[in-house]
């Protein structure tokens, strides 16, 4: 997309229709930011989260996750959250609750639940790792819900350190066709911008909109999101400053609306 920044205005997003990739509270969430800048959001849940394959193990997890056999709780994907939340799984008070970034942080607050620790620096498995290492010199006991393609890196970190850590694979992640309407407003670009927030929904975003307008600002929530987005062939027009909605929407907010289709032509 070749444009150039703006000055913002009280609604920089005026008549900017903005897909957002995931539902849910954090979705809605998303929408009614976007609204306040004047965006029209749309909805357009791009993956969802499949049952473990030993949903025993994960179950028993949660259950001693609810009787306060954890120190920590990590979390490293908002479909985590979501997985939590489907099983409405309790997180007593003694179990302090780590994050690996502001948008997995959000989708805990969005279904009321409390964090303790963001990274302040390195959003991602290896900066929740050094900075919960730092915390806590002494040994503790840790839960790690993990996706079952993610790399156990966590883990492993945590378990050198000589904390005492249970890995436990919450969920698969599944991607989520989109509706005929939504992928013909993509193609034809009346969908103005696409919010990149995970490596899963950039797969899902190439795979779905393979004729994506070069007028079709892409945005990525952070330098590791589009590092993964270009590796699934995206072409990422703006990365986020910092990794949260707020900075994602800001950023998509310097840019002018791109020409768009008419809306009453569909």
Known sequence: MNASPQNATAKPLAGWRVLVPRGGPWGDGVAASLRHRGAIPVIAPLINFAPSNDQATLEQALSDLEA???DWLTLTSATTVDVLYSYRAAIPARTKVAAVGETTAAALTAVGYRVDLVPDRDNSAVGLAEQLMALEPEHRDILTL????????LTRMLSEAGHRVRSVVAYRTVGVPVTDRIAEDVRSGRINAILVTSGSVAE???????E???ATLIA???????KDARRAGLSVDVVADRQTVDALIDAVAKFPLPDAADEFTH
């Open 146 to 153: 993990r996706s079952e393609i993610a790399k156990p890196v």
């Open 212 to 214: 994506l307008p070069p």
């Open 204 to 210: 899902q975003v190439h795979s779905q909109f393979p």
């Open 68 to 70: 306060g056999a954890f």
């Open 220 to 226: 990525a929530i952070g330098p590791r999101t589009a």
